[in-house]
């Protein structure tokens, strides 16, 4: 697991795969491709995100739902720090 053989005309290498992680496009497939909108303002409720997508793609005659929504949870706001300004001061 984590590799697979790879040819070129007579040649056969064996590549290591590159596995995404666990969860991603578990929803939906990866034979299925959306365009998706912005993510939304955060839900003060829920406290998480949602966006939509629409779908775009059809891989392998897979059976997808025209439309999905996707939700993240919100990113707490970090105040920026205040900047200093470079350069030769006058005292």
């Known amino acids: 697991m984590g590799f697979r053989d790879g040819s070129c005309g007579a040649q056969t290498q064996r590549i290591r795969c590159r596995t995404p992680p666990p969860n991603w496009k578990k929803e939906f497939g990866a034979d299925c491709k959306y365009k998706f909108e912005?993510?939304?303002a955060c839900d003060g409720g829920t406290g998480t995100k949602v966006?939509?997508?629409t779908l775009k793609k059809v891989h392998?005659?897979?059976q997808c739902q025209?439309?999905?929504r996707m939700?993240?949870?919100c990113t707490p706001k970090t105040k920026a720090k205040a900047k200093t300004k470079k350069g030769k001061g006058k005292d």
């Open 71 to 73: 939700t993240k949870p």
């Open 66 to 68: 025209e439309t999905i």
């Open 38 to 40: 912005n993510w939304g």
């Open 51 to 53: 966006h939509q997508g």
């Open 60 to 62: 392998y005659n897979a």
